[in-house]
């Protein structure tokens, strides 16, 4: 076999035969030419790194200078990590081992934090309660609040509300979820805007709804920081009859087949976690490029088996490994059929949701493979469903009482500049 053809890998194997076979020492191995037994040893203690790691220095990701320190590192998933990254940001064989070094100084510095207890609940991890109250929780204790209010568009979980009752409710949650989220943290809210309303004077007129939040949570110290939009694609073969041989030029609509994502941040430091849950949650280059381009294209899910507005697990998976550490607490106060927890354990974060009706504890219980819930009469009403599957009755809800919203917002934004001029005055 022609030495020179080989990777270090191969090398490393094929030494570990000799020895194992003939029961060669190092001195031995030097004479056969495979070089001093300080560079026999290096090649031999390759092969206790993971196969991953090994097969990135087969195929030259990697060299064993950049390597060999991983093997100070006491856990695999952790050693890995740190090669990802190391080929990520193509780092040299020097810069490699001062991360090392750096990751462990940080481990010897740092105390162990203790997790957040999340009270027993009867169905784990979910309370079937309204999350205007959610006093199970310390302040503080959340490390990202990831959820969808109510869009106030007719939903089965809608009827027989205002709009006005909706959005003031949907604000008390928000509210709450500001006292239970860490200083730094992030709460991202995933909501429509409003493109049916009509206007006091009966004209057509998008309502931000997103800059109606930001009002009230700013009163909070968390403030707006980014906006993704969320790309469902597939609007043509719905909307399809907004086109005709009778439709105006110019009074073309653009589709609603997309919805934003509101990144909220609270104010304040986002406490450092743990050198080796940092390293576990790290996001790779590619997975880093898809995150931070501002449109994300996910397909809205076809089918939706018992409830009426289920997210793709993708939109969650990816927020959830954006703006949370393995280990920490994400809540849904909105769970709906319980997709944040159900993707947040997989991402083996801890998670906690709310859902005020409890006709979809059989979905939520689903999801989360917890245990099979026979249905019951909570379940979630075939006509409310089919209702939901159809279009949504947006334009309804608006055209009725128009001012609600409009009355709800302006309440919002002067609430805090009106408090601070009376006491100026
Ligand atoms: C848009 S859906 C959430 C869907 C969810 N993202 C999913 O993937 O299934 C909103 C949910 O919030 C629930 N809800 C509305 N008001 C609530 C409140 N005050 N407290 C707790 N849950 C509430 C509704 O019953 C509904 O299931």
Redesign the pocket.
């Given at each position: 076999m022609e030495r020179q053809s080989l990777s270090q890998i191969e090398i490393a194997r094929h030494l570990q035969k000799l020895k194992d076979t003939f029961n060669y020492s190092h001195r031995d191995l030097e004479l056969k030419g495979f070089g001093s037994p300080a560079s026999i040893t290096n090649a031999l203690k390759l092969l206790k790194l993971p196969v991953k790691i090994q097969d990135h220095i087969h195929e030259g990701k990697l060299t064993p200078a950049h390597c060999l320190p991983l093997l100070k590192l006491d856990e695999e998933e952790v050693q890995e990590a740190m090669a990802k990254r190391f080929i990520d940001h193509d780092l040299s064989a020097s810069k490699a081992k001062g991360r090392v070094s750096n990751y462990l100084k940080k481990g010897e510095t740092k105390q162990s934090k203790e997790g957040v207890e999340i009270p027993a609940a009867e169905t784990p991890n979910v309370y079937f309660?309204?999350?205007?109250d959610m006093s199970e929780l310390p302040d503080e204790s959340i490390h990202l609040v990831l959820?969808?209010?109510?869009?106030g568009i007719g939903?089965e979980?809608e009827k027989e509300l205002t709009l006005k009752d909706?959005v003031t409710?949907?604000c008390?949650?928000l509210e709450e979820s500001c006292r239970v989220l860490v200083p730094g943290g992030v709460m991202a809210i995933?909501v429509a805007d409003l493109n049916n309303h009509k206007n006091e004077k009966g004209i057509r007129e998008y309502i931000l709804v997103g800059s109606g939040y930001q009002q009230v949570l700013r009163q909070h110290g968390v403030y707006l920081s980014d906006i993704i939009i969320w790309h469902k694609q597939k609007a043509w073969s719905k909307r399809n009859q907004l086109y005709n041989e009778n439709t105006k030029h110019t009074s073309y609509r653009t589709m609603d087949n997309f919805e934003p994502v509101y990144v909220f941040r609270k104010e304040g430091d986002r406490q450092e976690p743990e050198a080796d849950i940092a390293e576990r949650s790290y996001l790779t280059k590619d997975q880093w490029k898809e995150c931070v381009d501002g449109v994300w294209r996910i397909n809205a899910l076809n089918k939706q088996d018992g409830?009426p507005?289920?997210?793709p697990e993708e939109l969650?998976t990816r927020l959830i490994q954006m703006f949370s550490f393995v280990g920490e607490t994400v809540l849904?106060?909105?769970?709906?059929?319980?997709?944040?927890l159900k993707v947040a354990k997989d991402l083996n974060r801890n998670a906690v949701g709310?859902?005020?009706?409890e006709k979809?504890k059989q979905v939520i219980m689903k999801k989360l493979g917890i245990e099979d819930v026979p249905p019951a009469e909570n379940e979630a009403s075939e006509e409310g469903l089919a209702a939901c599957a159809e279009e949504a009755p947006k334009a309804e809800v608006f055209s009725n009482d128009p001012a609600l919203i409009k009355e709800f917002f302006e309440q919002q934004v002067p609430r805090k500049s009106t408090e601070a001029s009376a006491s100026e005055a």
């Amino acid at each position: 076999m022609e030495r020179q053809s080989l990777s270090q890998i191969e090398i490393a194997r094929h030494l570990q035969k000799l020895k194992d076979t003939f029961n060669y020492s190092h001195r031995d191995l030097e004479l056969k030419g495979f070089g001093s037994p300080a560079s026999i040893t290096n090649a031999l203690k390759l092969l206790k790194l993971p196969v991953k790691i090994q097969d990135h220095i087969h195929e030259g990701k990697l060299t064993p200078a950049h390597c060999l320190p991983l093997l100070k590192l006491d856990e695999e998933e952790v050693q890995e990590a740190m090669a990802k990254r190391f080929i990520d940001h193509d780092l040299s064989a020097s810069k490699a081992k001062g991360r090392v070094s750096n990751y462990l100084k940080k481990g010897e510095t740092k105390q162990s934090k203790e997790g957040v207890e999340i009270p027993a609940a009867e169905t784990p991890n979910v309370y079937f309660k309204d999350a205007r109250d959610m006093s199970e929780l310390p302040d503080e204790s959340i490390h990202l609040v990831l959820t969808s209010p109510p869009y106030g568009i007719g939903m089965e979980y809608e009827k027989e509300l205002t709009l006005k009752d909706i959005v003031t409710a949907n604000c008390s949650v928000l509210e709450e979820s500001c006292r239970v989220l860490v200083p730094g943290g992030v709460m991202a809210i995933n909501v429509a805007d409003l493109n049916n309303h009509k206007n006091e004077k009966g004209i057509r007129e998008y309502i931000l709804v997103g800059s109606g939040y930001q009002q009230v949570l700013r009163q909070h110290g968390v403030y707006l920081s980014d906006i993704i939009i969320w790309h469902k694609q597939k609007a043509w073969s719905k909307r399809n009859q907004l086109y005709n041989e009778n439709t105006k030029h110019t009074s073309y609509r653009t589709m609603d087949n997309f919805e934003p994502v509101y990144v909220f941040r609270k104010e304040g430091d986002r406490q450092e976690p743990e050198a080796d849950i940092a390293e576990r949650s790290y996001l790779t280059k590619d997975q880093w490029k898809e995150c931070v381009d501002g449109v994300w294209r996910i397909n809205a899910l076809n089918k939706q088996d018992g409830h009426p507005n289920q997210w793709p697990e993708e939109l969650p998976t990816r927020l959830i490994q954006m703006f949370s550490f393995v280990g920490e607490t994400v809540l849904d106060p909105f769970l709906g059929s319980g997709t944040t927890l159900k993707v947040a354990k997989d991402l083996n974060r801890n998670a906690v949701g709310y859902e005020i009706a409890e006709k979809y504890k059989q979905v939520i219980m689903k999801k989360l493979g917890i245990e099979d819930v026979p249905p019951a009469e909570n379940e979630a009403s075939e006509e409310g469903l089919a209702a939901c599957a159809e279009e949504a009755p947006k334009a309804e809800v608006f055209s009725n009482d128009p001012a609600l919203i409009k009355e709800f917002f302006e309440q919002q934004v002067p609430r805090k500049s009106t408090e601070a001029s009376a006491s100026e005055a």
